[in-house]
Nanobody, 115 residues
């Protein structure tokens, strides 16, 4: 019954900005970490950013200073603000939620950055 719904992807020019959102619904208990991953064709799915229920954040080096992850615990929603986008940021972005003993994934949203 748990579902993660992602939105906000699209096509932008290099240097532009985009904000992704992911809303969780269903019976979820004690969410520990929410995160964003991305996967380009032929590549593995890699962690981009994560945030704990207490607000601690982590970022992959290539996006640090450009991307910001945030969450609204009351709404079970996580956001990813992406600024100064580069063509190498092009990928399908996936929302991830980790609760006690369980893990859930969103459907993925395409982000394309043109040069």
């Amino acid at each position: 019954q748990v579902q993660l719904v992602e939105s906000g992807g699209g096509l932008v020019q290099a240097g532009g900005s985009l904000r992704l959102s992911c809303a969780a619904s269903g019976s979820i208990f004690s969410i520990n970490v929410m995160a964003w991953y991305r996967q380009a064709p032929g590549n593995q799915r890699d962690l981009v950013a994560s945030i704990t229920s207490g607000g601690s954040t982590n970022y992959v080096a290539s996006v640090k200073g450009r991307f910001t992850i945030s969450r609204d615990n009351a709404k079970n929603t996580v956001y990813l603000q992406m600024n100064t986008l580069k063509p190498e940021d092009t990928a399908v972005y996936y929302c991830n939620l980790r609760a006690v003993g369980r893990e859930y994934w969103g459907q993925g949203t395409q982000v394309t950055v043109s040069s």
